[in-house]
């Protein structure tokens, strides 16, 4: 009768309080250096060593500069917390890629890539987009300082159990039709809100037919419905994506592992706390028109009016329309566009990379078009150049630029300015999420790539 989630959970439940939380044993504690100071602090005040340092790896990628890393960072406030991870990191003696270092970059692209992140594994990180690794069938979720402090010290977390969901989503994906479109389409359904207290296993023909990167960019936006955590059962892709990888078991040890592996599926008659179905006939390529996540719609659809929103949301609703300088039932095929950003733990991988431009190729990049094209790692970086795709990229106009969450967040030098369009492949939408005043417009891959070549928002399946 167990889900997935119940048969990962629950076995690593450590102790229960009775009508209260359980301690969980966490397996794998990441460390960016946005969240980790104060933890590391408390540890410090309390005389206390990380109980597992061989479990925890840090690396910095909120504040990294996405240019020059090899000289001091300029920002004081940026530098201030790079410096501190990597202090905190020889301090307690825990692992740590640093800036410029080959296993460097957004630690959520990170994580799997180099096989740290494994199915059945309980993953945190003070970080909400840490749902993202359980795309590989682990349980994944985000925490906050105060919880980052009680893993380092006791490699356990105080939590109360989610509910379950299972969203299936089912048929064979059209034309144009991406990873982010699937999640951005759910999203649009579920609202910001419409899975709240829920831990999310995403099935379906759709999801099975995903590739491994496809699945992490999905269970990454898991967060923006409100939801604790998505994941995806682990099957034969995932151990293909996972054999070999630096941190994969090998030998005998492989073979036992992915023994174990094989049983990480929900039971035929698992019981769900809730079931929500989708079709893959009424997802296109998708854009967001809003200033949530959860405000999006079909690249060739029309902004929805106002008094299609539940009546206590109108209000916001029309301030967000008035924020981004759109109107109720327009079109923003067309609309031009000032920057474009291809990267983020949503869309920094090789696989993002290779859409892109396998839609440039030939083509060459708007003139007015500003666009940042940021590898989620240096091993991303790496396979971009053995690939021959920065190539493409430079003959269409385009330049890399050096690995971290750049223009995802205004954390760092990449910020749009104010009042400017951009199409991003990042996660958020929010005002201000890319720099003060800007206007952010969610998209894939492939819809960034055709803003890039054509100036404004296009369709893609028409180039």
Same mark, same amino acid.
Request: net charge negative.
């Given at each position: 009768?167990?889900?997935?989630?119940?048969?990962?959970? /629950? @076995? !690593?439940?450590? *102790?229960?309080?009775?009508? +209260?939380? %359980?301690?969980?044993? $966490?397996?794998?504690?990441?460390?960016?250096?946005?969240?980790?100071?104060?933890?590391?602090?408390?540890?410090?005040?309390?005389?206390?060593?990380?109980?597992?340092?061989?479990?925890?790896?840090?690396?910095?990628?909120?504040?990294?500069?996405?240019?020059?890393?090899?000289?001091?960072?300029?920002?004081?406030?940026?530098?201030?917390?790079?410096?501190?991870?990597?202090?905190?990191?020889?301090?307690?003696?825990?692992?740590?890629?640093?800036?410029?270092?080959?296993?460097?970059?957004?630690?959520?692209?990170?994580?799997?890539?180099?096989?740290?992140?494994?199915?059945?594994?309980?993953?945190?990180?003070? /970080? @909400? !987009?840490?749902? *993202?690794?359980?795309?590989? +069938?682990? %349980?994944?979720?985000? $925490?906050?300082?105060?919880?980052?402090?009680?893993?380092?010290?006791?490699?356990?977390?105080?939590?109360?159990?989610?509910?379950?969901?299972?969203?299936?989503?089912?048929?064979?994906?059209?034309?144009?039709?991406?990873?982010?479109?699937?999640?951005?389409?759910?999203?649009?359904?579920?609202?910001?809100?419409?899975?709240?207290?829920?831990?999310?296993?995403?099935?379906?023909?759709?999801?099975?037919?995903?590739?491994?990167?496809?699945?992490?960019?999905?269970?990454?936006?898991?967060?923006?419905?409100?939801?604790?955590?998505?994941?995806?059962?682990?099957?034969?892709?995932?151990?293909?994506?996972?054999?070999?990888?630096?941190?994969?078991?090998?030998?005998?040890?492989?073979?036992?592992?992915?023994?174990?592996?094989?049983?990480?599926?929900?039971?035929?008659?698992?019981?769900?706390?809730?079931?929500?179905?989708?079709?893959?006939?009424?997802?296109?390529?998708?854009?967001?028109?809003?200033?949530?996540?959860?405000?999006?719609?079909?690249?060739?659809?029309?902004?929805?009016?106002?008094?299609?929103?539940?009546?206590?949301?109108?209000?916001?609703?029309?301030?967000?329309?008035?924020?981004?300088?759109?109107?109720?039932?327009?079109?923003?095929?067309?609309?031009?566009?000032?920057?474009?950003?291809?990267?983020?733990?949503?869309?920094?991988?090789?696989?993002?990379?290779?859409?892109?431009?396998?839609?440039?190729?030939?083509?060459?990049?708007?003139?007015?078009?500003?666009?940042?094209?940021?590898?989620?790692?240096?091993?991303?970086?790496?396979?971009?150049?053995?690939?021959?795709?920065?190539?493409?990229?430079?003959?269409?106009?385009?330049?890399?630029?050096?690995?971290?969450?750049?223009?995802?967040?205004?954390?760092?030098?990449?910020?749009?300015?104010?009042?400017?369009?951009?199409?991003?492949?990042?996660?958020?939408?929010?005002?201000?999420?890319?720099?003060?005043?800007?206007?952010?417009?969610?998209?894939?891959?492939?819809?960034?790539?055709?803003?890039?070549?054509?100036?404004?928002?296009?369709?893609?399946?028409?180039?």
């Amino acid at each position: 009768m167990n889900t997935l989630f119940d048969k990962i959970w /629950d @076995s !690593h439940v450590v *102790t229960a309080v009775e009508d +209260g939380p %359980v301690q969980l044993y $966490i397996d794998r504690l990441y460390c960016h250096e946005v969240t980790s100071p104060q933890a590391f602090a408390g540890l410090r005040e309390r005389g206390l060593k990380p109980l597992r340092p061989e479990r925890i790896f840090c690396m910095p990628d909120h504040n990294t500069p996405t240019h020059d890393q090899d000289r001091p960072i300029e920002d004081p406030v940026s530098k201030a917390q790079v410096d501190a991870l990597e202090r905190n990191a020889g301090d307690f003696g825990l692992a740590y890629f640093g800036m410029m270092h080959p296993k460097n970059g957004i630690i959520h692209v990170v994580g799997p890539e180099r096989g740290l992140t494994l199915p059945g594994m309980t993953i945190v990180c003070g /970080d @909400s !987009h840490t749902s *993202t690794h359980g795309a590989m +069938g682990a %349980v994944a979720f985000g $925490i906050g300082t105060s919880e980052v402090e009680m893993v380092l010290a006791s490699q356990c977390i105080l939590q109360q159990k989610p509910k379950t969901m299972r969203i299936r989503i089912e048929g064979i994906s059209g034309k144009g039709v991406t990873a982010k479109d699937v999640a951005l389409y759910v999203a649009s359904k579920m609202t910001t809100s419409g899975a709240t207290g829920y831990f999310i296993e995403y099935a379906g023909s759709v999801v099975r037919d995903l590739t491994m990167e496809g699945r992490l960019t999905l269970c990454n936006l898991s967060i923006e419905m409100g939801a604790r955590g998505g994941m995806i059962a682990p099957d034969e892709a995932t151990f293909a994506y996972i054999k070999g990888r630096e941190y994969a078991p090998k030998g005998e040890a492989w073979d036992k592992a992915t023994a174990y592996w094989r049983t990480l599926q929900s039971e035929e008659d698992a019981v769900f706390d809730k079931e929500v179905y989708f079709c893959a006939d009424d997802i296109e390529p998708m854009i967001t028109y809003g200033t949530n996540p959860g405000m999006g719609m079909g690249i060739t659809e029309t902004v929805p009016p106002a008094d299609a929103m539940p009546e206590a949301g109108r209000v916001s609703y029309k301030k967000s329309l008035e924020y981004m300088g759109f109107s109720e039932g327009e079109t923003l095929i067309g609309k031009p566009v000032d920057y474009v950003f291809l990267g983020s733990c949503t869309n920094g991988r090789i696989e993002d990379f290779r859409m892109f431009a396998s839609l440039v190729k030939g083509r060459r990049k708007a003139p007015h078009i500003t666009a940042w094209l940021v590898p989620g790692s240096w091993m991303v970086d790496a396979q971009i150049r053995e690939e021959g795709l920065d190539k493409i990229l430079e003959e269409a106009g385009f330049t890399l630029r050096q690995p971290g969450c750049s223009a995802c967040l205004a954390m760092n030098d990449d910020k749009i300015p104010a009042g400017k369009y951009s199409v991003s492949t990042s996660n958020r939408n929010f005002e201000g999420r890319q720099g003060p005043g800007a206007r952010t417009l969610l998209a894939s891959p492939l819809v960034a790539a055709a803003a890039a070549v054509t100036g404004k928002i296009t369709d893609p399946r028409i180039l």
